[in-house]
């Protein structure tokens, strides 16, 4: 089978729709987290303006008045990925074989740590959280086929997991089920370009049975295509999690959207307060009657005398009290920790009497809302992931370096306790775990002592040797 040829004009036009109507919005769901700064010049100098302001109504966006953005969405988002992705997940293999689950389990280990460990899924959580969605693109860097006596760990390194942001996506799915990918495009911008703009924009599309690479010189170029090649996966290598459920769409549930409005509203009352505190930190005096009162200063032991039985001093101004307005403020955050489902405690901010957190049973009523949306989301992240090694064992059976069945490429994720624990507390699990027949080189894995590589695959010494 020769390259597969793509039609270039509906690429570019499936590009272009992207770009404008799709991709601001992703964009702006990302500076709402993040919150940059940019330095501006105003009639009272340089200022840094944040992205948040946007969200502001325009009478504070005139540069009149003081505006204050705190950012409280990036720290829940944080958070859930401290819950989601804080210790590593373990992957174990349902293969029939004790052989080839030992094999299955230290070429997906070496895999995902060559793509970043820990990282790759706290950062793949991240932009799910921000976006609503993440896809992982499984690349092959080396394309030779065959690969018996290899090791699991050599023949990882032929192969590379890649997140594939929302914005730079953009992907095809098939019209009689919106689950599936029939096509999918990754964007990226390039320099040395030349042409007008001096800016290059590159695009890399896969259907099920080819690959193309595109380049588009200057803003008003053309797509031209520069390469392409079969695809011998024979499938779009690309898996798409949702960060939570959400029948019927493409895209799942965007922790950050739901947060937007209220973050506005948070930002409208801060900046508000502090406004008002600018006019109202300062007392100021009236004074009637009184000769030459504005040639002498106010303050302590300062007096004045005077004929005039009228004259007085009044004094007002000064920070009063606005219980309406911190009950707002404290109703907006309320507000904010039912929607995101995540209380300050989560990122360990206590305040006042909150009971007896000594025992875990009273930490999980504390963080009832954030252990549910953490459970939710190990639904779909672990399927996602699952997927993920499904794809990688069938890439290196079909490159023929490694056979396995449809059945050995199964695995079972084993997620850690998202709660702290004691140590007594550890052991005692291990040793009912011991009861039960559990392998004592797993249960050393688990407890830190084993010497297995990757993301805590249950690997030991012992099974290198044995091979089982």
């Not at 009149?64 to 373990?90: C, S, Y």
Request: hydrophobic share 35%.
């Amino acid at each position: 089978m020769g390259p597969k040829r793509f039609d270039v004009d509906v690429l570019a036009r499936r590009v272009a729709e992207h770009a404008e109507g799709r991709e601001p919005w992703l964009r702006r769901l990302w500076a709402y987290y993040r919150n940059p700064v940019t330095p501006v010049e105003g009639p009272g100098g340089l200022r840094h303006r944040s992205a948040q302001e946007v969200g502001l109504p325009e009478r504070l966006r005139s540069g009149q008045r003081e505006v204050v953005t705190e950012n409280d969405i990036a720290w829940r988002l944080h958070a859930l990925v401290d819950f989601m992705f804080g210790k590593p997940v373990v992957i174990r293999s349902e293969a029939g074989s004790a052989g080839c689950r030992v094999f299955v389990e230290r070429f997906l280990g070496s895999l995902f740590e060559r793509s970043g460990g820990v990282g790759f899924f706290q950062n793949m959580a991240l932009l799910g959280s921000v976006y609503g969605y993440v896809d992982v693109l499984v690349r092959v860097d080396d394309a030779t086929r065959g690969g018996g006596g290899d090791s699991p760990e050599s023949l990882a390194g032929r192969l590379r997991l890649e997140l594939a942001e929302a914005p730079r996506a953009v992907p095809t799915t098939d019209e009689r089920d919106y689950r599936r990918l029939a096509g999918y495009a990754v964007r990226c911008r390039v320099g040395g370009g030349g042409g007008e703009g001096g800016v290059t924009e590159r695009v890399e599309a896969w259907t099920s049975s080819g690959y193309g690479r595109f380049e588009r010189v200057g803003e008003k170029g053309s797509l031209a295509e520069v390469a392409s090649a079969e695809n011998v996966l024979g499938r779009v290598p690309v898996v798409h999690i949702q960060n939570l459920a959400q029948p019927l769409r493409y895209a799942g549930l965007s922790d950050v959207e739901p947060l937007i409005p209220l973050q506005d509203e948070l930002n409208t009352r801060l900046s508000d307060r502090a406004n008002r505190v600018t006019f109202q930190s300062f007392r100021m005096y009236l004074g009637k009657g009184i000769d030459r009162f504005t040639e002498r200063p106010v303050g302590p032991g300062q007096m004045w005398s005077t004929d005039n039985p009228e004259a007085s001093i009044e004094s007002f101004g000064g920070d009063a009290s606005s219980p309406s307005e911190e009950a707002h403020l404290s109703e907006v955050r309320d507000a904010m920790d039912k929607t995101s489902g995540v209380t300050p405690i989560a990122a360990g901010l206590i305040r006042g009497k909150v009971g007896n957190l000594t025992s875990e049973n009273a930490l999980r009523v504390i963080l009832m809302g954030t252990l549910a949306k953490t459970d939710k989301k190990r639904v779909t992240y672990g399927d996602g992931l699952e997927r993920v090694c499904e794809l990688a064992l069938h890439a290196a059976d079909v490159l023929g370096w490694y056979r396995t069945e449809t059945g050995d490429r199964r695995v079972r994720l084993e997620w850690p306790n998202v709660l702290p624990q004691s140590t007594s507390q550890v052991l005692s699990e291990a040793r009912v775990k011991a009861e039960l027949g559990v392998p004592r080189e797993r249960l050393l894995d688990e407890l830190g002592y084993g010497a297995g590589p990757g993301l805590g695959n249950g690997m030991s010494k012992h099974q290198e040797v044995t091979g089982g």
